[in-house]
C-alpha cells in the first residue's frame, strides 16, 4: 500500500486547510486510515481515525474543528481542518492499518498555524 499525503502549508490561526491522501495498491486488506501528526519535541499523536465502514475517532484537541472523510471510489481520505491553533502546527503523516499496528505511512506534510 502506497500512501500520498498533500494539501499542508501556512495558514493563520482560526484559518483552515484541507490534507488528502491518496492511496493505492493492496488497499482491499485496509480496515481503517488515519491522520498522525508530530511536532518538534512531541510525541508522535493519533489525530483522527476513519474505518472502511466510515466510524470516526479523534482526539479531544481537535474534536468540533477537524473533520476526517474518505471518498471511496477515489481510495482518498481526507482531513478537514477548521478553526487552526498555533498548537496543530506539525507534520501530518497520513496512515493505514490493516489490523491494529499503522502498518502503512505516507511522506507527511507540513502544517504551520502562526498566531
Known amino acids: 500500500v502506497q500512501l500520498q499525503a498533500s494539501g499542508g502549508g501556512l495558514v493563520q490561526a482560526g484559518g483552515s486547510l484541507r490534507l488528502s491522501c491518496a492511496a493505492s495498491?493492496?488497499?482491499?486488506?485496509?480496515?481503517?486510515m488515519g491522520w498522525h501528526r508530530q511536532a518538534p519535541g512531541k510525541q508522535r499523536e493519533l489525530v483522527a481515525t476513519i474505518t472502511s465502514s466510515g466510524s470516526t475517532v479523534y482526539v479531544d484537541s481537535v474534536k468540533g474543528r477537524f473533520t476526517i472523510s474518505r471518498d471511496n471510489a477515489k481510495n482518498t481520505v481526507f482531513l478537514q481542518m477548521n478553526s487552526l491553533k498555533p498548537e496543530d502546527t506539525a507534520v501530518y503523516y497520513c496512515?493505514?492499518?490493516?489490523?491494529?499496528?499503522?502498518?502503512?505511512w505516507g511522506q507527511g506534510t507540513q502544517v504551520t498555524v502562526s498566531s
Open positions: 495498491g493492496s488497499i482491499g486488506s485496509i480496515a481503517a
Open positions: 496512515t493505514a492499518r490493516r489490523v491494529i499496528i499503522w502498518d502503512y
